[in-house]
């Protein structure tokens, strides 16, 4: 993991029902952002917002690896426009 901030907006409760939502904001060549939000089902209140930046490493030579172009031509279909290049 390269970076993570989360933004905590109102309290949860252990037995709220949630609804969470995940995507892919920003993919680069060796690294991709998530962004995430989570909701109070039955009010529809924001409740948190996240974002993480994870790196592709390479384990045998323990650095940063080139996310393969298939995968990345993927998300970018996957995401539309919104997604960052």
Known sequence: ???STVEYH???RFDDL???FVRLA???RTSATFECA???LD???LMVTAS???VLVDLDERRAAEIPEDYRERMRSFEGADLEA
Do not use: N
Request: hydrophobic share 50%.
């Open 43 to 45: 009010a529809d209140e």
């Open 52 to 54: 993480q930046t994870l």
């Open 38 to 40: 989570a909701y109070l």
């Open 1 to 3: 993991m390269r970076a």
């Open 18 to 20: 949630l609804e969470i």
């Open 26 to 28: 920003r993919i680069g």
């Open 10 to 12: 109102a309290p949860a």
